[in-house]
């Protein structure tokens, strides 16, 4: 069965795992790729718990082999942030997915294609938390959020090809949501307090 074919890949990916780990400490990107495999397939199976733990496992590695601003660590972040979304964990997911944006704007490696990847990504935590926090309140947002992250990208686009701006992504951002939403708009505000609390 192909549950059967799921679980058999599995057993083989964790042995694999377990015996690199035990006997070749210099195989750590081997088992990190082999974790990111075995990630996938537990996000593709629905089992996202275990993809968590795993993606946290491989961003763990990346960070003390890479250091804590390596482009391969927001990619890692950012893919985190997409199965944390999966399970309703909104403000982790956020929380991910900025520490993502922020890393790939300060590399070599922010391009036009991390950029969309990360706002899509950040449109879904958005629309999936309204839902989830006002349930009978209708589709109407979603016009908004999709507006504001457009003028978003278009905004971070921009700093791309204008490398010597000052203003932060944070920056930008906040710019683009108050404008388009508005200042006292609830998920402007919450915007505020995800992408410049660090900057406090």
């Known amino acids: 069965t192909r549950q059967g074919r799921f679980s058999e890949a599995v057993d083989l990916l964790e042995e694999a795992i377990d015996t690199l780990g035990d006997g070749h400490k ?31 496992a491989v961003l763990d590695m990346r960070r003390d082999m890479l250091g804590m601003r390596h482009p ?20 982790e997911a956020k929380a991910a997915l900025l520490e993502a944006l922020a890393i790939w704007e300060q590399s070599d490696d922010f391009s036009t294609e991390r950029l969309d990847e990360v706002v899509e990504n950040l449109s879904v935590i958005y629309d999936r938390q309204w839902d989830h ?4 309140q209708g589709d109407d947002h979603r016009a908004y959020i999709a507006e504001a992250l457009k003028t978003l990208t278009l905004s971070f686009r921009e700093k791309l090809q204008n490398q010597g701006d000052e203003k932060t992504v944070a920056e930008h ?28």
């Open 26 to 56: 210099d195989y750590r990107e081997r088992i990190a790729v082999m974790l990111v495999n075995l990630s996938n397939a537990y996000e593709g199976a629905g089992i996202l718990d275990e993809a968590e733990r795993k993606r946290k």
């Open 133 to 136: 926090d006002h349930p009978d």
């Open 72 to 91: 391969n660590v927001a990619k890692i972040l950012n893919s985190l942030g997409v199965v944390l979304t999966k399970q309703g964990k909104f403000d």
């Open 173 to 200: 951002a906040l710019e683009v949501m108050t404008t388009v939403l508005g200042e006292d708009n609830p998920l402007t505000r919450q915007y505020h307090e995800d992408l410049l609390s660090d900057e406090s």
